[in-house]
């Protein structure tokens, strides 16, 4: 008889132990053991939370190298289920092979996990090409493509909660955090006596003084700031929605701006300072037409705005024409710093409205959420557990489909928060995702080309740019050094089939087989691989965070960023006051709950993961172990610079700091 030692890591989640019985199997290339239970001295605390409990499992001879083992739960009374994070088998010839696994199993099937070396279809043994097929089979019954709605991304079918495989469902404890939050954010602000007002705020002083304990540091300087020309110009390149504003080199037709309006002391050209690089445009034509919410029975307003900044020769970036209806008209003037203060005002007020809708909409649920659950969902499907790339990219999908379900069913549903105190809640919220999704183009996901085609490479303080491209070059590092690890030559990547089919489900249900996107329908050669790769991660972790943890800093000051208007916008000048902005702005139920919505999504989780920590052991081979170190190591040194940039800020800039990005969408 030869002798295995088996050793079994239980994880280290809520309720992750189990006191079933559990079975293993183990399979070589020249045999296979006998299922053999799992006993020792531990008894019923063998499986316990965190545990790391060792076994032996006999065999007449040696099996030979091993290829998987097969796990059964059994039970005598009560069903526990069990997450087991890895098992680790010695050898009588003295090797140690390393089962990742990081499942939960839940039922008394025979469940079987691929030893950690990761292969490819091709190269696979021929005796375990049944089992990979089996697990992609068992994949593709638990998670199912849905169309939430036509011309947006596909989703995860999952109607109800229980329709989520355990698998990607919240830990128990950020799953009572999260219903806990939702419940009681407005408790949490002490702003649920707001709730459901429908009182309009007097003044803006009334506003402050409900702001009042509510704050963050950023926070503050937005209620100090929000009037401030330079701070509106400033929030395009550093605020939650970076993704908009473009060097502009000829005026739109649609927006007839003059020197005499913009620059009336003659200080400027129009067309010089064009020529120079110094004139920048917003343009919000995706909301034209958008049909705005109605909340209460009250009609809603949502803008289309088009915003000409300037450079200033002391490097500001500030506001000098506002339109805020696509086509010119009389009734549509050009607003101008020189108007009338509240006319000023209340033009910022409806571009920061339709930004903050725009950014919800397009920049953050479409541009991350959405796509997150597109790779994510393909990655389930298509890959099994030993492909090299389910290995590097699983961790940057925790929590995604689950809280993209959460968003589904408690934001944008018919009783959702957004749904009822936004905009563009409702459908509006559809029309803007089918015209966003329509503009998303494979460059413009990968932010040093999105830069480029922006005309942004050189724009002062642009700290989002700063911080992001150095992010994207470690990302693009990591994953070309890990990839080109496996991936020899271009013919690897052409043949890897399972490769294949999760790129082009990703183009067929993320970007609708849109051939214009510029999205690969499929890979031929390895830097093509490596760039969509470091994209996908870049989104699901630095790009989210650039565009999700602000949102209470920026839109916590609700003039800042108001959910929705209350009125039309003027279509005169002269004609508002600090009583038509009041009137305008939203009241103080909408407001309570916008923040306590924005205040939960910008909090971070209790579990979350830093980028680059990956708590799995999901690679066996040396080299990846030593890419992810080196991985977090530059991660270290961005992050430490950051901070010292930082303290010379006036505002620092903190989204994409790598010790505060998470490695995936959770949030
Ligand atoms: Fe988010």
Not at 206 to 224: E, P
Not at 489 to 517: M, R, Y
Request: glycine share 6%; aromatic share 12%; charged share 25%.
């Amino acid at each position: 008889m030869v002798d295995y030692e088996v050793t079994v890591h239980t994880g280290s989640l809520a309720y992750a132990g189990t006191e079933n019985s559990i079975f293993i199997t183990l399979l070589g290339q020249d045999g296979e053991s006998k299922s053999t239970r799992l006993l020792n001295f531990k008894g019923l605390f063998a499986f316990v939370k965190e545990s790391v409990s060792t076994f032996t499992v006999s065999c007449p001879v040696s099996i030979g190298e091993l290829i998987l083992i097969k796990l059964e739960k059994t039970y005598l009374f009560l069903e526990d289920d069990w997450f087991p994070a890895k098992v680790e088998v010695k050898s009588p010839e003295g090797h140690t092979y390393n089962f990742p696994i990081y499942r939960w199993i839940t039922d008394s099937k025979v469940h079987c996990f691929r030893e950690g070396t990761a292969l490819r279809d091709f190269e696979d043994h021929s005796c375990a090409i049944q089992f990979r097929k089996q697990e992609l089979e068992q994949q593709d019954k638990e998670y199912r493509w849905h169309v939430y709605a036509r011309g947006i991304p596909d989703c995860m079918e999952a109607m109800c909660y229980s329709d989520l495989p355990p698998d990607v469902r919240f830990s128990f404890t950020k799953d009572i955090e999260f219903v806990y939050t939702l419940g009681t954010g407005l408790i949490h602000l002490k702003l649920d006596g707001l709730a459901n007002s429908r009182e309009k705020w007097p003044d803006i002083a009334a506003i402050s003084v409900a702001m009042q304990g509510r704050s963050t540091h950023i926070s503050d300087y937005v209620q100090q700031h929000w009037r401030d020309d330079d701070f509106f110009g400033y929030q395009y390149l550093n605020g939650v929605n970076p993704m908009l504003i473009k060097r502009c080199s000829a005026l739109p037709d649609n927006f007839p701006v003059t020197d005499e309006m913009v620059f009336p002391g003659d200080q400027f050209s129009l067309a010089d300072e064009m020529k120079k690089g110094n004139i920048f445009l917003c343009d919000y034509k995706p909301l034209d037409g958008v049909k705005a919410n109605i909340i209460d029975e009250k009609q809603q307003y949502l803008m289309a705005p088009l915003v000409l900044l300037h450079k200033t020769p002391e490097d500001k970036l500030k506001p000098i024409a506002i339109q805020l209806k696509q086509t010119p008209a009389e009734d549509n003037p050009i607003f101008l710093p020189t108007d009338p203060e509240y006319d000023w005002l209340t033009a910022k007020i409806f571009v920061r409205s339709a930004d903050f809708n725009e950014h919800q909409a397009n920049s953050h649920l479409l541009r991350t959420h959405l796509l997150a659950e597109v790779f994510a969902v393909s990655l389930l499907r298509n890959l099994p557990m030993v492909h090299p790339l389910y290995k590097l990219l699983i961790p940057h999908t925790h929590d995604t489909l689950e809280i993209n379900y959460m968003a589904r069913h408690h934001l944008i549903s018919d009783n959702g928060v957004f749904t009822k105190f936004a905009a563009t809640g409702g459908e509006g919220l559809v029309t803007l995702l089918q015209r966003s999704l329509s503009s998303v183009t494979y460059t413009s996901l990968c932010i040093p080309e999105d830069i480029a085609e922006r005309g942004l490479k050189d724009v002062p303080n642009f700290y989002y740019r700063d911080d992001g491209l150095k992010l994207w070059d470690i990302i693009y590092r990591f994953v070309q050094g890990v990839l080109g690890f496996y991936y020899k030559n271009d013919d690897e990547v052409q043949k890897d089939s399972e490769l294949q089919k999760w790129i082009s489900d990703i183009f067929e249900h993320g970007f609708l087989s849109k051939a214009s996107s510029g999205i690969p329908q499929r890979f031929t050669k390895v830097e093509e691989l490596v760039k969509f790769v470091t994209m996908v991660i870049f989104t699901c972790s630095a790009q989210h965070s650039a565009v999700n943890t602000g949102q209470y800093d920026y839109g916590g000051w609700m003039p800042n960023a108001p959910t929705t208007l209350y009125c039309p916008p003027p279509t005169k000048k002269g004609t508002t006051s600090q009583a038509t902005m009041m009137d305008t702005l939203p009241d103080k139920g909408t407001t309570a709950n916008g923040m306590s919505t924005l205040w939960l999504l910008s909090k971070p989780s209790s579990d979350d993961v830093p980028l680059g920590q990956y708590p799995g052991d999901h690679f066996s081979e040396k080299m990846p172990c030593e890419l992810i170190k080196a991985f977090q190591g530059e991660l270290q040194v961005l992050s430490a610079r950051i901070k010292i940039r930082n303290l010379s800020l006036e505002v620092p800039y903190t989204y994409m700091d790598p010790e505060k990005i998470e490695n995936s969408v959770t949030i």
